[in-house]
């Protein structure tokens, strides 16, 4: 801090702090609650919204502290400070967090009061108070607690805007439990704003405070987008994509949905959906981007190119999935592992191309021959009719259910 910078912190009470902020709400403006805690807490104080851009700072000028001086020049922190300040003091909480003191990190140079602005289950913002080299009394936390109320209190009056009805219209259409003339209702609203054909991509996160925050960062820039609309759904970035062409996805299309897929990578990789034109289908949709993420390994994996991957994963998910397996199977790996034996590996190839010799010998490295005297030996040894279609539809699904289930292993 400046040392020409003068700032005078003494202990105050909750009383004190609920009878000046609730009476700095008469002027229904964030201004004035802001202004009055500085004067409150005696130092600089910053409020932000949900995305750190700045609301408002008391005093609006430069203090000598690279953070504040940062929001007195610019109105808003880079990405990389927000994830340096999100790790650092978020990423094990859940969900929201409650004021708390950190004289270490990135407030190592100015000790602070960090609090988080939230209203049910959304962020509003966040606020700085600035103690620097001043004493920490014991009842700064509560009286942080109660500029919290009151700054919650007046943005959540001041955030009656089209976006955030579109959003929650977006969450309406997701959860079937809101009733068919709610979601009809929503997806009436939304249609009006965001013209079809759509697309649904979700995002995957954390529940930890810094993956939530983060996440409704990324769902307002989102909404931003006049085709986009993104809301928080099941611990998901969900977005709506409008004026989708045609019922398969355009080069330029994707490569539009890359890029937006690309800017949520700090959540995770994200799934697409078919195109669809209805939003009473929303939730169907959802389920196709989910599992099509949970399958596919790219920034961005689509449904039709995933399938079938994503029935096994949604069954591997309510059901345990080895009673679906051919007998033979385990008995093949068992054998391999006692006879140094690739028969697994072998028939695995051989189902999952289709039955197609000269591809998997290919695929295999072995020659034509090698390869059928191997599937000739399966035959005997487990007595297993390769070529029966029946028997050839139940191997397919085994080996592709066996993916699955090794790859919900490695991700645990």
Not at 110 to 135: C, T, V, W
Not at 351 to 363: D, I, V, W
Not at 364 to 370: A, D, E
């Amino acid at each position: 801090m400046n040392s020409e910078t003068k700032f005078s912190h003494t202990r105050r009470t909750t009383e004190e702090a609920y009878r000046l902020f609730f009476n700095a709400l008469g002027s229904h403006t964030a201004a004035a609650v802001v202004e009055q805690a500085a004067e409150f807490f005696g130092v600089p104080v910053i409020v932000t919204d949900e995305h750190y851009r700045l609301i408002h700072m008391c005093p609006d000028t430069e203090i000598g502290e690279k953070v504040y001086d940062s929001y007195h020049r610019r109105s808003v922190l880079n990405e990389a400070e927000i994830r340096l300040f999100q790790e650092t003091y978020l990423s094990n909480v859940k969900y929201f967090y409650e004021p708390f003191y950190s004289n270490t990190g990135p407030a190592e140079a100015m000790p602070r009061i960090f609090g988080e602005l939230h209203s049910k289950d959304k962020i509003l913002g966040h606020f700085s108070i600035n103690l620097g080299d001043q004493e920490l009394y014991d009842t700064d936390i509560a009286c942080a607690a109660v500029f919290q109320k009151a700054m919650e209190y007046v943005l959540t009056e001041n955030s009656r805007s089209s976006d955030t009805r579109l959003a929650r219209c977006l969450n309406d259409l997701l959860t079937l439990s809101a009733g068919i003339s709610l979601r009809s209702y929503s997806a009436e609203l939304i249609a009006k704003s965001i013209p079809g054909n759509y697309a649904l991509m979700v995002t995957p996160i954390g529940s930890s405070a810094s993956q939530q925050a983060y996440a409704a960062m990324k769902t307002n820039e989102i909404c931003q987008n006049e085709r986009m609309l993104s809301t928080l759904h099941q611990n998901c970035i969900v977005t709506l994509i409008g004026s989708i062409g045609s019922d398969t996805y355009t080069d330029a299309e994707r490569t539009e949905l890359e890029k937006a897929a690309a800017g949520l990578t700090s959540a995770g990789n994200s799934g697409l959906s078919t195109p669809f034109a209805n939003l009473m289908t929303l939730p169907d949709h959802f389920n196709e981007a989910f599992l099509a993420r949970a399958t596919g390994t790219a920034v961005l994996n689509l449904f039709t190119e995933e399938m079938p991957a994503p029935l096994f994963e949604a069954l591997c998910r309510r059901l345990n999935a080895s009673i679906f397996m051919h007998p033979a199977i385990a008995r093949i790996r068992e054998y391999d592992t006692d006879n140094d034996t690739d028969y697994f590996k072998t028939l695995r190839s051989y189902s999952l191309n289709m039955h197609n010799k000269e591809n998997t010998a290919r695929a295999l490295h072995i020659h034509r021959n090698t390869l059928l005297y191997r599937l000739n030996r399966i035959a005997e040894l487990f007595n297993l009719d390769i070529e029966d279609a029946r028997t050839a539809l139940i191997l397919l699904n085994s080996f592709q259910l066996q993916d699955t289930l090794e790859a919900r292993a490695k991700s645990k």
